[in-house]
């Protein structure tokens, strides 16, 4: 396959700065597309070219195939990177990239179908005996026979509709005796949001961990993992803070896990990169959650720990290469954090806080790494997902890399926002995180809006940096009144941390 010159990135902020800067340390000449709401974005002024594609909602722009197909056209770009979201996991914008006779960065439009259908995935993989969570794989609407699969199960077993989404159609089911009027519920609620009211029955794993494996195939048939990352710390079932490696993965259970993500890869013939997710129950056992086909937001942890360039490898890997390494080449390296600052307010539900970043500061030093798409003075558009950067640190050991991570935090300066910042701090501090010991429900069991009320928003300390200073101005000057004012504000960051 011919060498890629030119790549056009159908994506936006960050991830189309990532994709662009080790495109451009390759030599390749990069095509930025953006929507109204983007046109002074930095992506676009990072980019050899730029085209715009519409309208600021992303229905209008992003999400619109022909419009970058046609903008890949227009540019001469050879290929297309999806980035993630948007159209990234859309099979049919892998074939009509394909058919317009350019390269798709990722997998095959076939691997992509195969693994966006949860029911599909689960028939794939369980022919190469990757672990599942134990429940029916057909729809059941007969309550006798849900009692009798669920006590081969054992409870508490969970009732899924076929069709759902977003938690709806769903029931946890503790005992027997509750099993029919459950069922019932979830069937009657499936049928109404739905139009389908069949449903599943699976064993519910109550404290569960979230652990994903990093694959990457190329296109003769070898496929190797890049170990794993943990994404248990979540709120609104996204995730928010991710780690590699896991803290509690025994060597044995890596490889265990790693070889069922390579066999769960390889049922669905696949290659360039992709991450299969699996639950971890309490004792230890995994299964098979699903697969995301495409780049992870949390990709750069990965790439601290085995010194690897994903985005480039993704490129040789949709020009024909081989992949460089063999499994046994690769190895970990130190440990790394990574945490989402989004443009969210903690202490009302994580909502959304659009607005100017009227102070915009990163943090500095060895081992910090932001990935970001946005610098003082712009403004955040409420068209797209709230995230301002993802902050990666990068240490010897976890417990250094939890340090640097506060450090860092306490370094980053954002105003106009609220922002996660503050409650990533907390869970960097909070002794289940720290221990290792922590669930898909650290924000359900342990944090509620009160625990911030102690930190000072970056934009309060501004202020009190400033009062301090007028309370300095204001006093005559003699020995006694500077140490005053100084304590002021040391006390002042002191309750921050």
Request: with cysteine.
């Amino acid at each position: 396959m011919a060498k890629i010159k030119k790549l056009l990135v159908a994506n936006r902020g960050e991830i189309a700065l990532r994709i662009m800067r080790s495109a451009q340390e390759m030599g390749i000449k990069t095509v930025a597309v953006f929507s109204e709401a983007d046109r002074q974005a930095l992506h676009v002024r990072f980019a050899d070219e730029a085209i715009g594609i519409g309208p600021s909602p992303s229905a209008q722009s992003y999400l619109v195939m022909d419009k970058i197909i046609a903008a890949a056209k227009e540019t001469k770009a050879d290929a297309i990177h999806p980035g993630y979201g948007f159209l990234s996991e859309n099979e049919e914008f892998a074939r009509q990239v394909k058919k317009a006779g350019l390269i798709f960065i990722g997998p095959s439009a076939e691997s992509m179908e195969i693994m966006g259908s949860k029911l599909g995935a689960k028939a794939a993989v369980s022919k190469f005996n990757v672990p599942l969570v134990p429940g029916t794989a057909e729809p059941v609407t007969d309550p006798v026979v849900a009692k009798k699969i669920a006590k081969e199960i054992g409870y508490p077993v969970l009732i899924k509709a076929s069709a759902g989404g977003g938690g709806k159609g769903m029931r946890i089911v503790h005992r027997e005796d509750e099993l029919s009027e459950q069922m019932e519920r979830a069937i009657s609620e499936a049928t109404s949001a739905f139009g389908d009211g069949s449903v599943f029955i699976e064993k519910y794993v109550s404290e569960p961990r979230h652990i994903e494996f990093q694959i990457f195939g190329d296109q003769h048939g070898n496929v190797v993992h890049l170990f794993e990352r943990e994404c248990s710390i979540q709120r609104r079932h996204q995730k928010v803070v991710e780690e590699a490696p896991s803290s509690i993965l025994t060597p044995e259970l890596r490889k265990k896990m790693g070889e069922a993500a390579v066999n769960a890869a390889k049922a669905a013939q696949y290659y360039n990169a992709g991450t299969i997710e699996f639950i971890l129950d309490e004792k230890m056992n995994f299964y098979f959650l699903e697969m995301n086909t495409r780049l992870q937001v949390e990709h750069p942890v990965t790439e601290q720990i085995t010194g690897l360039d994903l985005v480039k490898l993704q490129i040789k890997v949709a020009e024909g290469e081989k992949l460089p390494f063999r499994q046994e080449d690769i190895a970990i390296h130190g440990h790394a954090i990574e945490v989402r600052v989004y443009a969210e307010d903690p202490s009302n539900n994580f909502l959304p806080d659009i607005g100017t970043l009227k102070t915009y500061r990163r943090p500095q030093g060895h081992g910090i790494r932001v990935d970001d798409g946005f610098e003082q003075g712009m403004t955040i558009p409420f068209y797209y997902d709230p995230m301002i950067a993802k902050m990666i640190c990068h240490d010897e050991t976890r417990e250094r890399a939890i340090d640097k991570t506060i450090r860092a935090i306490n370094e980053y300066e954002i105003t106009g926002v609220e922002t996660t910042l503050g409650f990533c701090r907390y869970v960097m501090q909070h002794q289940a995180f720290r221990s290792g010991n922590f669930s898909t429900k650290f924000v359900e069991q342990y944090f509620t809006p009160e625990v911030l009320q102690a930190h000072p928003s970056d934009e309060e300390e501004m202020i009190a940096g400033v009062l301090a200073t007028e309370l300095v101005k204001s006093v005559q000057p003699n020995p006694s009144s500077q140490p005053a004012a100084t304590q002021v504000a040391s006390s002042w960051k002191k309750n921050r941390t």
